[in-house]
């Protein structure tokens, strides 16, 4: 690829949603933006890049970038933080929040349902500690296609078999033709999913007492990642919490959260004197 | 060490199991049949079993069965690993004191997400 042309594409998908393309990853954008090329029509990526630099061309620039995010994700990815939710985050909560009874949980990068779906049936394992409650849990993510994926709620039988215990996929999974499985009626409607991007303002989201955040800020550069976590701890009362992922830390990238001390991945915001 | 009884009557599936068990650091024990892995079980109890459904002689269902009955049977993990993939079958094992199902075909990480699951890792 020309590195005009690398440096084109890069710059578009880091402006658009903050994931960073090293040139050493030109590999990544050929692979996969050979699809896109395809299926407008065009031969191969110089002419993308030709129709590109035409004109400003929005749905064009969007499947440029929803081609370059990663989107792979698992039921209960990692375990721990759905246990360190039933164990230590919900029970706080429903003791906090008793007057309200009113908890909002958001995923803020969703992307094909699994993780907003693993909070919801660990929630709906807990039963009669939540009866009366209203829970909502908002599932947002950049990529169209993927929020479409996670609105349907059917999964492959590949994909029910990472992470969801075989017990959970009996009680709330129902098998369709083919080797498919779709997530029960109640489950889904106890997710709302929209578009949204993490480079954007978040105020109009509201407030939440629990934000997962996991496995996308790993793409963003230093600076996107302090901005973005800046901006959560915002959307955070005092005792809210932050959910990164296994590989992730606050540490050196911002002061407004601080580990929970021995609690992996957990984080709570801290406020400026 | 734990161990794991693979019992498949498919030589290549006992193969692959093996191979992806012993790289999760599990001692694998290995029959063709349910009466074959019944008789092992009877010797010496593994920590976990790799359980197919349809062989000749003895299939998985019943040997599970057997297996629960003898003295201390209860303790093996039983994980399934069948291409029966429907409600109906998975219920059954489960019934019949199955602690896992795997629908194959099957590979490395959904193994170690099952193992994982039922404590075996
Ligand atoms: C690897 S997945 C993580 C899924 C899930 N949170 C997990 O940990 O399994 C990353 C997701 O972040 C989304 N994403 C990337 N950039 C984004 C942005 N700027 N705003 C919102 N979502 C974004 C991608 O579309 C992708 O679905």
Redesign the pocket.
């Known amino acids: 690829m020309k590195s005009e042309d690398f440096d084109l594409l890069s710059r578009l998908v880091r402006d658009r ?3 960073v393309l090293t040139p050493d990853k030109s590999y990544l954008l050929e692979s996969r933006l050979m699809p896109v090329a395809r299926k407008i029509g065009v031969k191969g990526l110089d002419e993308l890049v030709v129709k590109l630099r035409q004109r400003s061309d929005a749905s064009l620039e969007r499947l440029v970038v ?1 081609a370059m ?6 039921f209960f ?1 990692d375990t721990k933080p759905f246990e360190q939710l039933t164990r230590l985050v919900l029970p706080n909560l429903l003791e906090k929040r008793a007057a309200k009874r009113q908890i909002r949980v958001w ?6 349902g ?2 907003p779906y693993s909070i919801a049936i660990a929630l709906k394992e807990e039963g009669a500690k939540v009866a009366g409650w209203k829970i909502e849990l908002l599932g ?4 169209l296609e ?1 929020i479409e994926r996670a609105r349907a709620a059917v999964y492959s039988q590949f994909e029910v078999q990472r992470g969801l215990p075989i017990k959970l996929l009996v009680k709330y999974f129902k098998q369709m033709d083919g080797d498919k499985w779709q997530l029960n009626q109640e489950i889904r409607d106890m997710v709302q999913y929209r578009e ?4 954007h303002d978040m105020k109009s989201l509201g407030q939440f007492d629990v934000v ?1 955040c ?3 800020l790993i ?1 963003f550069d230093q600076p996107t990642k302090a901005q973005v976590l800046e901006r959560i701890a915002e959307l955070l009362p005092d005792d809210g919490v932050l959910y990164l ?1 296994g590989a992730e830390t606050v540490l050196g990238v911002t002061d407004r959260f601080e580990p929970i001390p021995n609690e992996r991945g957990l984080y709570r915001p801290v406020r400026k004197k | 060490m734990k161990s794991c009884l693979i019992v498949d009557d498919s030589r290549v599936v006992r193969m692959v199991a093996r191979k992806i068990l012993q790289d999760l650091s599990f001692h694998t024990i290995e029959a063709e049949d349910g009466l074959k892995a019944l008789d092992i079980c009877k010797r010496e109890l593994p920590d976990a079993v790799l359980l197919d459904w349809n062989m000749p002689v003895m299939n998985g269902l019943e040997f599970l069965i057997a297996l629960r009955q003898l003295e201390g049977g209860s303790e093996p993990k039983v994980v399934f690993c069948t291409t029966e993939n429907d409600l109906e079958h998975i219920q059954k094992a489960m019934a019949a004191g199955a602690d896992e199902y795997i629908m194959k075909p099957f590979d490395a990480e959904i193994i170690q997400s099952k193992f994982a699951q039922v404590g075996l890792i």
């Open positions: 949603s903050g994931l929803e995010t990663t989107n792979e994700t698992l990815r995923c803020a990068a969703a992307s094909t699994q993780e947002t993510d950049i990529n993927v949204f991007n993490l480079l997962f996991r496995n996308v793409y992922g």
